[in-house]
């Protein structure tokens, strides 16, 4: 079955199951949909073909719950299902598997949901899109400004001090390309609970040993979850090696990303 076949086959299923989307990880082609397309791109499938049914199937669906973390993030599905086309199957996956791997409502005491979301999808396009041809890592500390104060510094003069609060909202697409500039700086973004960049350039003073994370992950990772651990914060790293998206809380990493997998409409 060729794939513009495979999708419109899907298609018509999501139409009669009442599906939110079509999610294709094939290349992009024209069909008659009702609902929306979505395509995975940069996700090499060849492998498929060398594996039984069985194996085929648990891939697909290791796939689909990856790409069901953005569809989530992205387009904020936070339940119903989703009809997923692969080169050698067709699965209709539950979109509360995604809700329960990343829970935004998890994090409501501490960061509201609209500024969780600006902020993951923020580090997803950085680990994708890097800055000037290269990969770069970075992190974002949400809480409250003046206690994080306490646990920090500058390490360079605050770009962010004294502009409008319009400037500074991460929830506005058009204020992100200053963040992506900032990323290159050495030190983390403070944010405040309402998703206003209160500084960038700063370095936590925090001591790493109050966590215990896995072997690997450098210093600002340690540092955004240590800092977690010692205030009401939640903590969101790139990792400019692999492109991993990590989200810590109580001193804890709650939430792994994948960046590799990317999803257009």
């Given at each position: 079955m060729?794939?513009q ?7 018509d ?5 009442g599906a939110r989307?079509?999610?294709?990880f094939?290349r992009?082609?024209t ?8 395509w995975v791109?940069?996700l090499?499938l ?5 594996l039984?049914?069985?194996e ?12 069901a973390?953005?569809?989530?993030l992205?387009d ?7 009809v997923?086309v ?5 699965l209709v996956?539950?979109?509360e598997?995604?809700k329960?791997?990343?829970?935004i ?5 501490i ?13 997803l ?7 000037e041809?290269?990969?770069?890592g970075?992190?974002?500390?949400i ?6 104060a306490r646990?920090?510094h500058q ?7 004294g502009?409008?609060p319009a400037?500074r909202?991460?929830t506005?697409?058009?204020?992100w390309e ?5 990323a290159q700086i050495?030190g ?5 609970t309402?998703?206003?960049?209160q500084?960038?350039?700063?370095y936590?003073d ?5 966590v215990d994370?896995?072997p690997?992950?450098g210093?600002?990772?340690l ?9 009401p914060?939640?903590?969101?790293t ?6 991993l998206?990590?989200?810590f ?6 939430i ?6 990317r999803?257009?409409?």
């Amino acid at each position: 079955m060729n794939e513009q076949l495979l999708v419109q086959t899907g298609a018509d299923l999501a139409e009669e199951i009442g599906a939110r989307a079509v999610v294709a990880f094939t290349r992009p082609c024209t069909c008659q949909a009702k609902v929306p397309l979505i395509w995975v791109q940069d996700l090499q499938l060849d492998i498929l073909k060398d594996l039984s049914m069985c194996e085929i199937l648990s891939v697909c669906e290791h796939h689909m719950l990856d790409a069901a973390v953005q569809v989530y993030l992205k387009d904020r599905f936070e339940d119903g299902t989703v009809v997923a086309v692969f080169p050698y199957a067709i699965l209709v996956f539950d979109l509360e598997k995604a809700k329960n791997f990343v829970n935004i409502k998890e994090y409501e005491d501490i960061v509201p949901r609209d500024v969780m979301y600006a902020v993951l999808n923020l580090a997803l396009e950085i680990a994708v899109e890097g800055r000037e041809g290269r990969a770069i890592g970075t992190a974002f500390v949400i809480g409250d400004p003046t206690k994080i104060a306490r646990h920090s510094h500058q390490a360079i003069l605050n770009p962010y001090a004294g502009h409008d609060p319009a400037y500074r909202d991460v929830t506005n697409r058009e204020n992100w390309e200053s963040v992506k500039e900032f990323a290159q700086i050495d030190g983390v973004f403070v944010l405040d609970t309402e998703g206003t960049l209160q500084s960038a350039g700063t370095y936590l003073d925090v001591n790493a040993k109050v966590v215990d994370l896995p072997p690997g992950l450098g210093g600002r990772h340690l540092a955004t979850a240590a800092i977690t651990a010692v205030m009401p914060a939640v903590g969101v790293t790139v990792s400019e090696s692999g492109g991993l998206v990590r989200v810590f809380r109580d001193g804890v990493c709650t939430i792994t990303i994948r960046s590799d997998i990317r999803i257009t409409s």
